[in-house]
Every structure is written in structure tokens, then in C-alpha cells.
């Protein structure tokens, strides 16, 4: 059976490209930006289906900038039996408007959507889209074998856990059994062999390229109402680790076999459980394997041991989640953070000498005029070497987008403005979507001054500049970009 797995292109936005496959958050960038994330769901799900012995093909037409056209010949010239497409909320049109296409040009062929849209994991909504023949529910690696095996078995697919689909009378069934995830530590590697692996590009304290993404835990044992993972593709807060052993092992792998010079883990939470973290920080050590490294982490998860490992191995950076400068509001999200601790362990990471990434949103519920300063006064006061500001989008299926549509703060149910980039699809009690659109422009505004004016101030940032005179210059040129497009 051979079976085509697709990040389809997101093109619908003149001087943007759409990221999906790999994004908790589905957006657009800038075609002058490089941000590209590791399809992971996609990439272990083709390594599932090759390792069952199945004849399978993974394109990611957005990493590859392909047009739709493009994207459709390559499924085409490979005549799948069977066509998968990782889909996301803000995409989900022209998710749609690609699969009507496909159809049209190479004739019906069965269909299967998985990713996060939870709307669609809803029977009344599936059976009136004729374009899916199949959606998996959540974390869907595991059920699509399932589903593969009872395809080409000629069975119907009764057993396959978090499945909705049609029998022969057209008739919609949703299988309610919680989908199939085995010990992580049983996935094969992703298979990368299928994807243009220097493209990949998110490097949290400028570490080398190309650089891997790569996993060492799934899901979080938190509950922010914002985040959309764990809620929607996990569907609760297990919190699930990968062997440090075999974590190194890709990674070695990834160095030697894609020539990789550093390594990004873009869990949903890196750092929980000290003992681990520091096996792999000694196992990389022990192995002389000394690409730098960052991860995407919690502020008040690390221990000060942990980090001094984590440096000790070369760490380069880390992200951050802060979200909120105001504790009422960070508290009112469920994030359980202390935004106190939080501070402090950014200074002792600064101090280490690793890269602090800080990210922020506006709009969580409580947000005000005021609220917003105290986190742009944050920004001011900790100076992290890098941040993103996005606007809160609450994504159907979160606790948030409960929240917004009891309260009746959602302004928008037009999926293509739930990007979270640019465009604020609710009001709080207190701001409008203008105010939070206005809020976003002028926080990014201040941090581009922000950053020239330390560049000039600072002998630190002076010193890096002049050290790296052809960045700095890019750096500036980009800077003065933003204030253009933001002013
Ligand atoms: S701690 Fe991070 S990953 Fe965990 S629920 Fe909150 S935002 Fe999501």
C-alpha cells in the first residue's frame, strides 16, 4: 500500500508563507524570515508506516516553498493509495481548498486529515465535509498504522482508536477509544531521509546551522488554557520521556549522517526531572559531542544543578514561556508560574552565559492597558537576548476558546485570522482587538529600539557587533524593517 503524508503549502498570504506541521501554533511569517519548524507528527508517522514495510512518500511542501501545483505533482508522480494531511485551524481552508484540488486533478482517492483542528474531530462537521474520508483524533502516528492495516486488510476500520469515519451505507462512526500511543521510547526516529533538512530553522541563541530538531519528552504536566497541544493533540497532561541515551544517539546520528551542527529541542516543556536531564547532558559530554544546543523549557522547572549541566554541555539557549508580566494574570491562565522565581532563574541563566528567548502574549483573560505596560516594563527590566509577543488565540478545543466563547469575547470564527501573528480574534473585558493588534505593533516597536539602543550602550552587544559586523549589519537592516512596517 503506498501512502502519501503531506505538509501541504500555505501560500494564501502576499509576503507570507503559513507554518503548520511542527508549530504549536499555526501562523504566518514574513517571507523575509527563515522560522521553520520540524514536521515531527508527520516525520515519526512516515517512520511508523516505513518500518510496518509500507511504500510511503513524506513532502513538505512547506519547507520546500513550494506552489500547490508543485505539491500535487510530486502526489501525483507518486499514485498513493492512500493521501494524509496534517491540518491546523488556521489553515483549515485552504487545507480544504488542496484537497479539492488533489481530487480534481488525480481523482478521488481516500483521504485521511489528522492535526489540530478540533472541529473536525466532531461527527456533525465530518459528515458534511465529503472531502475527508478519514480525520485521526489527536496524536495520530500509531491509529494511521492501524488505519493503514485495516485498508489494506479490506476490513472496516472499527477498531482503530480515535478514528471518525464513513462505513459503506455513509453512514459516520467516531471510534471514542483513546488513541494508541506507546511508550515513547518505542517510536523509530523520525524519518528525516524524506525532508530538506538544512531548511529547518529555529536557533534559540543563535546556535550554528544547520541545526536538528529534535524531541526528548512529549506533552506537559501543566494546564495553561492557552496551550493548545496538550489539550488538543495530547488531550491531557501526561508528561512522557524519552532513554537521554537514545536522545543522544539521534543526535549523533543527525550530526554525522545530515552534517548538523547543533541541536534545538523543541518539546513542549524540555526540562522536567532533573536526574534525566542531567544523564543526557553527561552522556553528551562523554561522548565528546560538543554541538551547542537550546531548548524550549520552563523558568521554574530547572534546578540550578540541571542548568549548570545543561551549560556545562554546551547549552546556548533557552526559551522561556512568561506569557504576562501581571502573577493575577499568569494565575488566572493556569500556568502555575511565579513569575518572582521566573525572574530569577532568567538572570542565573544570563549569568551562565546561555541565551534567554522570552515569550509574551496579549489578551489573556484580566488583560488591561495597564497590565500590558507591566509587561513591556518586564521586557525592559530582565533584557533577554531575544523574545516573540503574539496576540492570544484561543484554538477550538482549549479550555480558552471555552472561556472566550461563554464570555462572548470571540470576535472572529473566520479560521484564516487565527494565526495569532498579526490579527487578535477576541476582545477582553477591558481592550479591543484593535488595542491588542496596536499593543503587539508598538511591544515589537519598542524591543527593535530597544536592541539598537543597547547595541550602542551596552560594550557587550557593542563588542558581539563588531565581531560579527555582517550579522549585526542584518540584524540592523531587519530592525529597521520591523519599525518601517510597524510605525
Ligand atoms: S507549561 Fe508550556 S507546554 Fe505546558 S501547558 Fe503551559 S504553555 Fe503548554
Redesign the pocket.
Known sequence: MRVFLGNSPWNTKPGYYGVRAGS?WPHFEACTERYMPFPFYLAYAAAILEKAGYDVLLVDGIAERMTTEQFIDRIQTFNPDLVVYEVSTASFLTDMDTAARVHQRIGRRPTVFCGIHEEMYHERFFAQCNLMDYTLIGEYEYNLLELVKALEAGREPVEVPGLLYRDGSGQVHKNNKPPNAPPIDEYPWPARHFLPMRVYHDVPGNIPEPSVQMWASRG?????I??A??QIMYGNRSYRTRDPIDCIDEMEMCVKDYGMRSAYFDD??FNIGEKRIIALCEEKMRRGLDIPWAAMA?ADTNTREMLVAMRRSNLWGIKY?I?SANQAIVDGSD?N?DLGAAERMVKFTKRLGIKVHLTFTFGLPGETRETMEETLKFVRHVNPDSLQFSICTPFPGSKMYKYMEEKGYLVSRHWDDYDGGTTAVIRTEHLDPEDLEEMQKRAYREWEQMKIRRTFTDPLYFLKALKHPRQGYHRLKYALNVLRRTA
Open positions: 504549536r506537559c504536566p501543566y494546564g495553561c492557552f496551550c497541544w496538550p513542549d516543556t520552563r514561556g506569557e500556568k508560574l
